[in-house]
């Protein structure tokens, strides 16, 4: 029986096109510079959001937390969405080792927070209080199903953070999600931004890695953090190598996961003890079960029936689609997660 993983795209193996180009990769030392497929990546991902340049680090989250210690000063204040990844699942890192405090401000459903209530959270000059200094968004949203951020509400971010004298982050680790989503390129998405990180590891196939891009102060900045934090790697142009292969080869395919993502939310609706949550914009399917299915029975069932779902608390459920499954796999999910549901009420 076929393993259906709907937990993360991170799960995502390398293509056989990124396993020969790391196979023949022409790798240096990345510290000194040297590495001429890390430089190459880097170009890359700097070219295709439209920024000076770019840094290669080993996630999502170190390229997020070099954003903040490259953006703040200790005791600075920096706003995130209540909802945000980097509030969520990043081990606190920007206030442990960047001593930098988090305020919140509630996501909408869609993944937005508004701006007004945002600028009412900055704050005003006072000897009592932190500076605010960055505005962190996030896009797609990975707490509120995938929900892509427009291009004009990431500008008018961009204007609000800079009227006030912040900077805005953009954590993009899906934002090619968002691009194909919009049917506009990335670059255009965080034009208004100062920063935006991407990971190469999830839609995208590559098997490690985030690109961290702005301009080139920042990013010399956010380099030698990366290295006090312990990211500075040697020959990982064999991990590069991937990385390229991805973004010449793996963006446009993402529509199949946003495809095959609505397509499990359809099925889902049709079965009358799973209630999807909100609509689906890119690959993340979030639904619930309703309060006679009993979770943990339910779990063991879908295990049983080598389907992988990402419980969420309660009775939620996330579901993300990618590379590694297909609309037949779709479709042998829905009746295996049907079967499931009967089982655990057994």
Known sequence: MKIIDLRSDTVTHPTDEMRQAMFEAKVGDDVYGEDPTVNTLEEMAARMMNKEAAVFTASGTMSNLLSVLAQTSRGDEIIVGSEAHMFWYEVGGVSAVGGVMVHTVPNDPDGQMDLAVIEAAIRGK??????????????????????????EYTAAAGRLAHAHNMRLHVDGARIFNAAVALGIPASVIVSGADSVSFCISKGLSA?????????RPFVDRARKWRKMVGGGMRQVGVIAAAGVVALNTMVDRLAEDHENARRLADGLRRISSCVV??????????????????????LREAEAR?????????????????????????????????ESVRASRD
């Open 207 to 215: 098997p490690i890695g985030s690109l961290l891009c702005g301009d």
């Open 277 to 298: 949550q909100g609509k689906v914009p890119s690959n993340i399917v979030m639904f619930e079960l309703r309060p006679d299915v009993p979770v943990g029975a339910f």
């Open 126 to 151: 006072n000897i009592h209080f932190p500076p605010s200094t960055l505005l962190c968004l996030e896009n797609t949203h990975n707490r509120c199903g995938g929900a892509v951020l427009s291009a």
């Open 306 to 338: 080598a389907v992988k779902l990402s419980p969420r608390g309660g009775q939620q459920f996330r579901a993300v689609t990618h590379r590694m499954v297909t609309s037949k796999d779709i479709d042998e999910a829905l009746t295996r997660i049907e």
